[in-house]
């Protein structure tokens, strides 16, 4: 079947995003014309390894490009190596920095997120860096080849998969994060606590509750020691801020859309303009149910479930109101040493937290929010994170208390039907 | 270079060059062949690369760790006697002419 000949379909941001709503076009069946515009050089390519695999160096560039430049020929995906300056609504056009302009029926922006840079004096001095392109991880690479002394600004997941991924060498970071624990809200007590411990285990420090204040570096530029808001100064010749990032909404603003942490857009991913969509990290949803707070995730499976989904509408423009809104369960994955963490749901918000396991190595956390389940964290417990995902897309779960019986088994649980 | 099929649940099949060392699901991916997923790039965290293998050549592939057989335990579509991850299955000179079906659906 093909549908939309056509039709002109422009997607802005050729991150994973962006590449999935493409080749997903093309799945559907739709014949239209697709262009993918990127401003980075280079194929597109996959972020998460470039904390993990990329960083340590067990993979080069080539395994980062999922797909050759032959098969963007094939299926007709015409890369765009520019940066999309503003979109003409009224005249139905994106204006590229190059002088050019493509004309689109419907426009998806996947233009992602930007890290937030470090607020601090002394921020913008050589030897301080930022994790979010490739060509960032190259030069940190680089960098990290005659590093001594490093420091973490953040312990989120970029923080902490950076320092487990440069312990592969040797190095041993120190973490500073302006919170109690590493992850914040992503995940729960327990959970922190032993990512915690595992990081310490491996050499990495942790300083918690204070922040970066200042970086101080030598005569020609390069940072050597940061400061911290309690006095303490550390040694410091590589600083990675990992501080968080920030929805990239710069088209959508200028464009007149409205944007709310993100660009807004419905829970059939429309923005005000029923002819731009939105996906991935940029993208600040409306529940389906037209009351309750817009949801905005950083991670690969809502980028792509996303993307996904985008693709499907796209390709069956007949439906309109007909389209069941997008419904997806969020999940996450992290790998640091030799814990592997999977979440299925969101933990944001739980006010009861049940283990079940050995609550040490191998364990999960079943997370409720007013006694409904609302996630489930596994580490080394990737049956259990299967089960999780069925029973939470299905809206099984068992109770607190059927959890915390001693030979609960959440996999039994999924088989028996609830 | 050995060559794998794809066939897909509605039959359609394909067959391509896939690189030693390179995995089946990343054969997939960057032919263009359909119905592998692989959310996750290939860490074994996502279960959406499950094929089904050759019952004749399953015996032969390298074996399973147990974290691989534990994502296969709620597969989007049913687990079979010869499931398998596909990013887990890095090809040699043995996978030639290896065939695997992709489920109906991965998520």
């Known amino acids: 079947m093909t549908h939309g000949a056509d039709g002109r379909v422009v997607v802005v941001g050729a991150g994973i995003a962006g590449q999935q709503v493409a080749f997903g076009l093309r799945e559907q069946g739709y014949a239209g014309a697709v262009a993918l515009v990127g401003d980075e050089p280079g194929a597109p390519y996959e972020r998460p390894p470039l904390t993990k695999a990329y960083l340590r160096g067990d993979i080069g560039p080539d395994e980062l490009e999922p797909r050759p430049a032959e098969l963007y020929r094939r299926e007709r995906i015409d890369l765009v190596r520019a940066r999309a300056e503003r979109i003409d609504r009224a005249g139905r056009t994106v204006v590229l920095d190059d002088g050019r302009r493509l004309p689109y029926d419907r426009l998806v922006l996947a233009t992602g997120a930007r890290n937030r840079p470090l607020r601090a004096p002394g921020g913008d001095l050589e030897g301080v860096f930022s994790l979010r392109t490739r060509r960032e991880a190259d030069a940190l690479r680089e960098a990290l080849a005659g590093a001594g002394s490093i420091v973490v600004a953040g312990a989120g997941f970029i923080g902490l998969e950076f320092a487990a991924a440069v312990s592969a060498h040797g190095h041993k970071a120190t973490i500073v994060e302006s919170r109690a624990r590493p992850l914040g809200r992503a995940v729960s007590a327990h959970t922190a606590a032993h990512f915690t411990s595992l990081h310490e285990r491996h050499g990495t420090g942790f300083v918690f509750g204070e922040e970066v204040a200042a970086l101080h570096g030598d005569r020609a530029g390069r940072v050597r020691e940061v400061e911290l808001t309690d006095g303490t100064v550390l040694p410091a010749d590589l600083v990675l801020a990992a501080v968080g990032a920030a929805p990239d909404t710069r088209l959508a603003e200028g464009a007149g859309l409205p944007v709310d942490d993100g660009v807004a857009v419905d829970a059939r991913l429309r923005t005000r303009d029923p002819r731009v969509l939105a996906v991935g990290d940029c993208a600040s949803m409306a529940p389906a149910s037209g009351t309750g707070p817009r949801l905005r995730l950083e991670s690969v499976q809502n980028a792509l479930d996303q993307a996904s989904y985008a693709a499907e509408r796209l390709a069956r423009p007949d439906e309109g109101e007909d389209a069941p809104p997008y419904g997806r369960l969020p999940w996450f994955w992290s790998d640091q040493y030799d814990s592997s963490l999977q979440i299925a749901g969101l933990a944001a918000g739980h006010d009861r937290a049940v283990l079940v396991g050995d609550g040490d190595e191998a364990f999960s956390v079943l997370l409720y929010r007013r006694g409904a389940l609302a996630a489930v964290e596994s580490v080394n417990r990737p049956a259990d994170h299967m089960a999780a995902r069925r029973l939470l897309a299905e809206g099984r779960a068992p109770t607190p208390e059927q959890a915390a019986a001693p030979d609960f088994s959440l996999r039994a649980f999924a088989r028996a039907g609830g | ?107």
């Open chain 2, 1 to 107: 270079m050995p060559k794998i099929t794809y066939v897909a649940a509605d039959d359609g099949e394909r067959t391509v060059d896939v690189p030693v060392g390179t995995s089946v699901m990343r054969g997939a991916v960057s032919n263009g062949v359909p119905g592998i997923v692989a959310q996750c790039g290939g860490n074994a965290q996502c279960a959406t690369c499950h094929v089904y293998v050759d019952p004749d050549r399953y015996g032969a592939l390298p074996p399973m760790s147990d974290h691989e057989d534990a994502m296969l335990d709620t597969t989007a579509c049913p687990r079979r006697e010869t499931s398998r991850l596909s990013c887990q299955l890095k090809a040699d000179a043995d996978f030639e002419g290896l065939t695997v079906t992709t489920p109906e659906r991965q998520r």
